[in-house]
T-cell receptor, first 114, second 114 residues
Framework: AQSVTQPDIHITVSEGASLELRCNYSYGATPYLFWYVQSPGQGLQLLLKYFSGDTLVQGIKGFEAEFKRSQSSFNLRKPSVHWSDAAEYFC????????????FGSGTRLSIRP | EAGVTQSPTHLIKTRGQQATLRCSPI?????VYWYQQALGLGLQFLLWYDEGEERNRGNFPPRFSGRQFPNYSSELNVNALELEDSALYLC?????????????FGSGTQLSVL
């Protein structure tokens, strides 16, 4: 079965500290992987996506993610977080054929400690 | 350029009533997607409309329905509301649905069923 697991429901990090949000997936074919961010009261915004090629993907707002096929993971990282990064982060996996087949994880809420 | 707009922002209904949620996609986008975001469950795909037709449907009962108008705006109707329908309903749009390009999300309608 196709699924996305974000094992951390809530993470708190200090401003300026590094961040890693975990994402594991189960998918039968070559996955297309996404990270979205949802700020309070807002819709989702795409941070980055991986289709093929270099397994280290750069996104907006200084985020990056690394695709590791052997571990079925697509973890999101940022070297130094800012207070404005406090939000809900969603990992998603899908097929290239249709955006309607994207499966979202349950999300990780990120809080920033001043 | 205006983004995806949803109305109303908040909607309060009682069990058994009907709710109608509206979405206007980004100009030029022909595909509209509806998602349910219940607390702690991530985004669950509801419906996909493209060019006025329902193209795909998630695992939801028939009382969740909708339509897409000639101007590509869309309505989501939920009949016979149940308490567990309380959630944030997000609409997203994209241009075509062939290359799994990114989705643009609205800010959502928060539906509360009392």
């Amino acid at each position: 079965a196709q699924s996305v697991t974000q094992p951390d429901i809530h993470i708190t990090v200090s401003e300026g500290a590094s961040l890693e949000l975990r994402c594991n997936y189960s998918y039968g074919a070559t996955p297309y992987l996404f990270w979205y961010v949802q700020s309070p009261g807002q819709g989702l915004q795409l941070l980055l996506k991986y289709f093929s090629g270099d397994t280290l993907v750069q996104g907006i707002k200084g985020f990056e993610a690394e695709f590791k096929r052997s571990q079925s993971s697509f973890n999101l990282r940022k070297p130094s977080v800012h207070w404005s990064d406090a939000a809900e982060y969603f990992c998603a996996v899908g097929a290239r054929s249709s955006a309607s087949k994207i499966i979202f994880g349950s999300g990780t809420r990120l809080s920033i400690r001043p | 350029e205006a983004g995806v707009t949803q109305s109303p922002t908040h909607l309060i209904k009682t069990r058994g009533q009907q709710a109608t949620l509206r979405c206007s996609p980004i100009s030029g986008h022909t595909s509209v997607y509806w998602y349910q975001q219940a607390l702690g469950l991530g985004l669950q795909f509801l419906l996909w409309y493209d060019e006025g037709e329902e193209r795909n449907r998630g695992n939801f009962p028939p009382r969740f329905s909708g339509r897409q108008f000639p101007n590509y705006s869309s309505e989501l109707n939920v009949n016979a509301l149940e308490l567990e329908d309380s959630a944030l309903y997000l609409c997203a749009s994209s241009f075509l649905d062939r290359t799994n390009e990114k989705l643009f999300f609205g800010s959502g309608t928060q539906l509360s069923v009392l």
